[in-house]
């Protein structure tokens, strides 16, 4: 498998370089896709009536632990993904959040955001005042799990399950 430790020289620098150059103008392209959207919106004047948010389910880790792609494991290249919010009152400013969140909160979020209560049965929070007011973390930590060690899904599997609790400062992985 290309996760062996000693396949971490399957690909040459050349060809490595390539690969991030690859994932990078995916990336460049999503982006660019993204402004035209947002475009259109203020073009149409429904900017004041859209949210726009957008999150990824995994990152991705080019050998950095001696895996490429996104192996089953809770290193930072695979956990800590873009969270990108644009709400209606947000036309032509940008606030970045660097507190912890989790994808718990997109719903309560959402709630909060066209005027709802969130179900109280909901674990997550909205990230709503946080991000209006650059206030302080509404959550202390997050918590990933997996169950499977197969690399791209397959069987779930509770007795291996891989847990890891993050803060701000630190990670804990069990």
Sequence with gaps: PI?????????????????????????????KQLDELLGELLYECKSNQTAVIITADHGEEFFEHNDFGHRPKMI????????????PDQVG???????????LDIAPTISDLFGYKPDDHWKGHSLMSSLE?????????????????EGLGGEV????????????????IL
């Design 76 to 87: 930072e290249e695979l956990i800590h993904v873009p969270l990108w919010i644009h709400t």
């Design 157 to 172: 599997r509770p007795d291996e399950i891989i847990i890891s609790i993050r803060k701000t400062e630190w990670k804990y």
């Design 93 to 103: 400013t940008q606030n970045v959040y660097d507190g912890v969140t989790s994808h």
């Design 3 to 31: 996760g062996d430790k000693r396949n971490n020289k399957i690909f040459s620098a050349e060809e490595l370089s390539s690969i991030h150059d690859f994932y990078d103008a995916q990336t460049d392209f999503v982006l």
């Design 133 to 149: 007011f650059e206030s302080e973390s509404i959550r202390n930590c997050a918590i990933s799990e997996l169950s499977h060690r």
